[in-house]
């Protein structure tokens, strides 16, 4: 009974959002205003002006003048925060309406800021965008991987191999997998040049290293690394901290879970010196059967400060051991009985009595390791540059047993290039083995800006050069018939990737409610590989590719509560190593280069006690790359091209302090996802069991993994100093995971309900001493948030293959963390 409520209630949000929007100004009265300058009497252009514990605020204009309107009578403090200058908090007593100025100094540390202030969008960009501050990363962060933390951000659906949000997770926003989601680290590319991936597995507590991400929904502005086609993430790690300080947190939860977080820092040692550093430990059964994770990562910094300028250099390490479950869950065993939701088929087999066992070792590996080095430098007043020069180091491998039992080849000797051997007296064809595939590769380049920012005009002119080195190759390591050196290696094959991109970008006060944007981005990308494949095919390929991708857009403040902004964006985007591996045998079904053309239509709303907005999309694709709903050997999706489809939305995001201590946040998208005459290509068997493989027209059908309805919801509840109690929801539509659009193939709807309780205090011993408890999914709701599939047809009957990702039912994280 108490579930049904709390859906009902979820699913009629707008209406209440609503009524609380329109009537939130019947009582407001007074405005402030005026002007926020440095210390010689220079305006501050895009400075911003905040109403602490209030969703109000406004941003400076052209000259530095704000204004704050329907305020009631009472007390507030205000906080005027400009980059490069400290930061000033006021309290002010509102009886009427008055002016204040206020004046900033220039920070005698440069601010951390810069290093991401080319590639990120501003307060009058015209993009929908969403920040995450370090305060709401912290409540987040509760043991879970970087998708389940960033569940809250609008049309953002995530999922979890192991079923507990640890280990292989997986986000995509706005249908869009995390290989067409732009991922930079402090401006850094962080999305695999090849896969074009972001594997989360390889970053491990990362997040205790992170300061704020933004997120950009659709194309967004011009950054480094491959365009976007869905989003842009981009985070900005740990900044300077000025007091020298130690903090240790401990999670322990369900499914043998803990995580353990050791981080201190120096603090600003004589003005000139900074250093930072973090070690974790985590390490989790799963929910899954044998889908553990044994995960370490660490995170070094030092800054030297210039006059006007630092030197920052970081180190960021992830070591993981994860046992493979990226198969699923078929959902029925051979018998046709229902398997249990933990069951994981990897690594199965049947001994010599024909008794199941699972492969102990049946792993996944990986260490990967980034260096990154900063050089930034105010050079007057309205210009500052930076510079970044990157290395990322990685190698690892995935461990298997072929067990000859399966239906596939790979068990046969023929299959790795090697002669059937003579086993007393009789030729062997097939074995029992024990394989491993190998990854190592490189990547390293630089990114470069100049930031200008004076009067009427916002201006970045960047670029960056990234190459990488990859080798991928497999080794035997036993075969219980023999016939095969241990060790031995049945492919090679190497890959190198070079790519290169410039881009301009300038925002126009035009008056000082009105600006217009323009962004243009030119990357040229020159991708060749070479060997053979795990097939043993020839690999041996080269690709050349040219993007220009131009954006504009304008933003115009009604008032100092309201704001609309539209834009339109074209990107342009190359074929992962996998789209190309998989048509290798065929070049002429090679796949080619996607491109989106994206309209955006937005406004906001902000007052005291409410904040809304609402963003319209239309994002238009030629020849966009769609999932088959298919996985390849190395769980990779296979993926086609479609000549034309789109994605149509409207996203719809608000906050409302309901009381003083009682606030609701919470977002919903709609949305439509279609492919336009969409052709399933099949097998067919007939009467004689003949064989073809032919297409058939289907029609408008929707695009794989995209529902049409996200939402999330927090409601938060500070009942006194230091204890509060957070009550979230997830709700995701039904969504197809093949593009026929057959209810056979179909995840169903899910709503999720999690509570979270947090408790601070002051103790003698340290600094802050805090709690946690998060119990999940509350209801004990039993869903899948992922799966994949096909279809076949004999004498004209549709057959279905299928596997789940199935998700545990409630359960709990813990946590303590001292600060010292």
């Known amino acids: ?84 200058y400290e930061s000033v908090q006021k309290s002010i007593e509102v009886s009427e309406s008055i002016s204040c100025d206020f004046t900033l100094e220039s920070s005698s540390i440069f601010t951390d800021e810069v290093i991401v202030s080319s590639t990120r969008a501003g307060s009058r960009t015209p993009v929908a965008v969403t920040n995450i501050s370090q305060g709401d990363l912290v409540k987040e962060n509760t043991g879970m991987d970087i998708p389940y933390q960033l569940s809250l951000t609008p049309s953002l659906v995530e999922s979890s191999e192991a079923g507990n949000g640890i280990g292989y997770s997986a986000l995509r926003i706005r249908g869009t997998d995390a290989s067409r989601i732009n991922v930079t680290i402090n401006g850094i590319p962080l999305n695999d040049s090849e896969s074009q991936g972001v594997f989360w597995v390889n970053m491990p507590d990362f997040s205790s290293s992170v300061d704020n991400i933004q997120i950009q929904r659709g194309v967004g502005t011009s950054t480094n690394g491959a365009a976007a ?31 353990n977080t050791l981080k201190a820092g120096t603090g600003i040692i004589d003005g000139k010196y900074s250093f930072d550093a973090r070690i974790s430990k985590l390490k989790s059964d799963g929910y899954v059967d044998r889908a553990f994770s044994d995960h370490e990562s660490f995170f070094v910094s030092g800054t030297y400060f210039l006059n006007g300028g630092m030197i920052k250099a970081n180190l960021i390490n992830g070591d993981q051991e994860t046992g493979i479950s990226w198969w699923g869950n078929p959902g029925y065993d051979i018998a046709g009985k229902v398997t249990d939701r933990t069951y994981n088929p990897a690594g199965e087999y049947l001994n010599k009595n024909r008794e199941v066992k699972y492969y102990p070792n049946q792993t996944d590996n990986y260490k990967q390791t980034h260096y990154q080095l900063f050089y930034s430098q105010v050079l007057s007043p309205y210009i500052n540059v930076n510079t970044a ?101 049945w492919y090679f094959n190497d890959s190198e990737k070079t790519d290169y991109n410039i881009y301009g970008k300038v925002n126009y006060y035009l008056t000082d409610k009105l600006n217009v944007y323009g962004d243009m981005q030119y990357r040229h990308i020159d991708y060749e590989m070479d060997g053979i494949d795990d097939d043993r095919l020839d690999l041996i390929q080269k690709h050349h590719f040219n993007f220009f991708n131009p954006k504009f857009g304008v933003f115009y403040k009604l008032n100092s509560r309201q704001d609309v902004y539209t834009s339109f964006s074209v990107a342009q985007r190359e074929p992962t190593r996998t789209n190309f591996k998989d048509a290798k045998a065929d070049p002429a079904s090679y796949p080619v280069a996607e491109t989106l053309y994206d309209y955006e239509l937005g406004y906001n709303y902000s007052s005291a006690k409410v904040k809304a907005g609402i963003n319209m999309y239309y994002m238009y694709y030629r020849d966009q790359l769609v999932p088959t709903g298919e996985k390849n050997s190395v769980g990779y999706d296979i993926m086609t091209n479609v000549d034309e489809s789109y994605r149509a939305g409207i996203e719809l995001v608000w906050g409302v302090r309901l009381l003083k201590n009682l606030k609701w946040d919470a977002n919903f998208t709609l949305s439509q996802n279609k492919i336009k005459d969409f052709v399933e290509y099949a097998t067919y068997y007939d009467a004689d069991w003949n064989k073809e493989f032919k297409g058939k027209s289907l029609g408008s059908t929707d695009i794989s993994y995209s529902p049409g309805e996200v939402g999330s919801s927090i409601v938060s509840w500070d009942a006194f100093k230091g204890f509060d109690v957070s009550f979230v929801s997830k709700y995701v539509g039904s969504q197809y995971f093949d593009n026929s659009s057959s209810n056979n193939l179909k995840l169903d709807a899910y709503h999720v ?52 990702y199935p998700q545990a039912g409630t359960n709990f994280l813990c946590g303590v963390n001292l600060k010292f």
Request: hydrophobic share 35%.
């Open 1 to 84: 009974m108490i579930k049904k409520m709390v859906n009902f209630l979820f699913k009629r949000v707008l209406v209440v959002c609503g009524l609380l929007w329109f009537g939130s100004g019947i009582f407001a009265q007074f405005t402030i205003s005026g002007r926020v300058t440095d210390k010689k009497g220079n305006s501050l252009p895009g400075a911003t002006v905040a109403v602490k514990d209030s969703y109000q605020g406004t941003v400076t204009n052209s000259s530095g003048y704000y204004q704050i309107s329907n305020l009631k009578k009472g007390d507030y403090v205000f906080v005027v925060s400009y980059l490069g």
């Open 753 to 804: 309900h999690n509570v979270r309780v947090h408790y601070s205090l002051d103790p003698v011993l340290f600094k802050e001493m805090s709690f946690y408890v998060q119990v999940n999914n509350v209801f004990n709701e039993k869903y899948e948030n992922n799966a994949y599939g096909g279809k076949w047809y004999e004498q004209g009957e549709e057959l279905i293959w299928k596997y789940y």
């Open 389 to 489: 020069l990157h290395y990322t180091q990685g190698h690892g491998y995935f461990e298997q047993f072929q067990d000859d039992d399966n239906v596939y080849h790979d068990t046969d000797y023929s299959y790795y290039g090697l002669d059937n051997p003579i086993v007393d007296g009789v030729e062997v064809e097939k074995t029992d083995l024990t394989r491993q595939k190998w990854l190592e590769n490189d990547f390293y380049g630089f990114t470069s800006s100049v930031n200008y920012k004076r009067d009427k005009v916002e201006a970045t002119l960047g670029g960056a050069w990234n190459r990488y080195k990859g080798d991928h190759f497999g080794n035997i390591l036993w075969a219980q018939s023999g016939g095969v050196d241990n060790g031995y290696q």
């Open 229 to 259: 086609f869905g989003a842009t993430i981009n985070f900005q790690t740990e900044k300077v901290n000025r007091e020298a300080y130690a903090e240790v947190q401990s999670v322990v939860g369900s499914f043998h879970t803990y995580r």
